[in-house]
Antibody
Framework: EVQLLESGGDLVQPGGSLRLSCAPS????????MSWVRQAPGKGLEWVST????????YYSDSVKGRFILSRDNSRNTLYLQMNGLRADDTALYYC????????????WGQGTLVTVSS | EIVLTQSPATLSLSPGERATLSCRAS??????LAWYQQKPGQAPRLLIY???ARATGIPARFSGSGSGTDFTLSISSLEPEDFAVYYC?????????FGQGTKVEIK
């Protein structure tokens, strides 16, 4: 069974930093692209960032480009999202999701970790 | 950036009725269109990918259709557990976007 366990969400002040982690199981991590998708309270889904299976290529939405850094450690089976320069509109539940090789959708999702940016 | 517009925002139906949800793209998205279901307090779940294909374990009452810029998710006969919010999603190059969602509520 595929499981994705996010952690690292917290209350942080505007301008602060946070690192989210995602620990997957039930599939061969190094074969899958991985993504973060967020959902602000009461709002819809927003794609944040994707990394290919090797970790060599990363992609970001305009809203986080230059502030967030997505990385992965295939030897440790872990996905990371370094979030810098946090703003109030980054407040959301952050989901980790995997993507089968060659697919364009998000196959399995974690339960999310909550990031709150507030003074 | 391709914008996905879902309609209607809310669909009020009774169990056993057919639901038809629309997703319109601002430009052609080829066949990389997916649908997700999200219930309150839960993560989204993949229902349909590549426009037509049902994800593992998804009942046959869910079906996807469409091409180019117009796509549809159909639920042939609503079960009580189908009342939820549904999102469409596309990939264009290295950019992924979601529609704003359609809520299917009990009438």
């Amino acid at each position: 069974e595929v499981q994705l366990l996010e952690s690292g969400g917290d209350l942080v002040q505007p301008g602060g930093s946070l690192r989210l982690s995602c620990a997957p199981s039930g599939f061969t991590f190094s074969d899958y692209a991985m993504s973060w998708v967020r959902q602000a309270p009461g709002k819809g889904l927003e794609w944040v960032s994707t990394v290919d299976n090797s970790g060599r290529h990363t992609y970001y939405s305009d809203s986080v480009k230059g502030r967030f850094i997505l990385s992965r450690d295939n030897s440790r089976n872990t996905l990371y999202l370094q979030m810098n320069g946090l703003r109030a509109d980054d407040t959301a539940l952050y989901y980790c999701a995997n993507q089968r090789p060659g697919s364009s959708n998000f196959d399995s999702w974690g339960q999310g970790t909550l990031v709150t940016v507030s003074s | 950036e391709i914008v996905l517009t879902q309609s209607p925002a809310t669909l009020s139906l009774s169990p056993g009725e057919r639901a038809t949800l629309s997703c319109r793209a601002s430009q052609s998205v080829s066949s990389y269109l997916a649908w997700y279901q999200q219930k309150p307090g839960q993560a989204p779940r993949l229902l349909i990918y590549d426009t037509f294909a049902r994800a593992t374990g998804i009942p046959a009452r869910f079906s996807g259709s469409g091409s180019g810029t117009d796509f549809t998710l159909s639920i042939s006969s609503l079960e009580p557990e189908d009342f939820a919010v549904y999102y469409c999603q596309q990939r264009s190059g290295n950019w992924w976007t979601f529609g704003q969602g359609t809520k299917v509520e009990i009438k």
